[in-house]
């Protein structure tokens, strides 16, 4: 099943390890801060947009920063949302 993250970006729910939601990270928050930096370092990390981001999403081969909620992005992925 593929799950639609916001852009025009859709991944298999089968290779995402974790949602964050990134409106209750805080900028005193360094270990997401750095791993934000060393996902971006090696080309892992994808923004899927230029407004405030509200979720990261990780999945097994990147990591995607999304304007989606974890709310919407939860039920999507519990299939009660249209993709």
Do not use: C, W
């Not at 025009?8 to 805080?26: F, Q, S």
């Not at 709310?71 to 009660?80: I, M, N, P, W, Y």
């Amino acid at each position: 099943m593929y799950v639609h993250i916001g852009d025009d970006i859709a991944v298999r729910a089968d290779t995402v390890t974790a949602l964050i939601d990134m409106e209750t990270v805080l900028p005193s928050q360094k270990d997401v801060i750095n791993f934000i930096n060393a996902e971006d370092e090696i080309g892992r990390l994808q923004y899927l947009t230029e407004d405030i981001p509200r979720s990261m999403i990780l999945t097994t081969d990147k990591t995607y920063i999304s304007s989606l909620s974890t709310e919407v992005l939860r039920r999507r992925f519990e299939g009660k949302m249209s993709i």
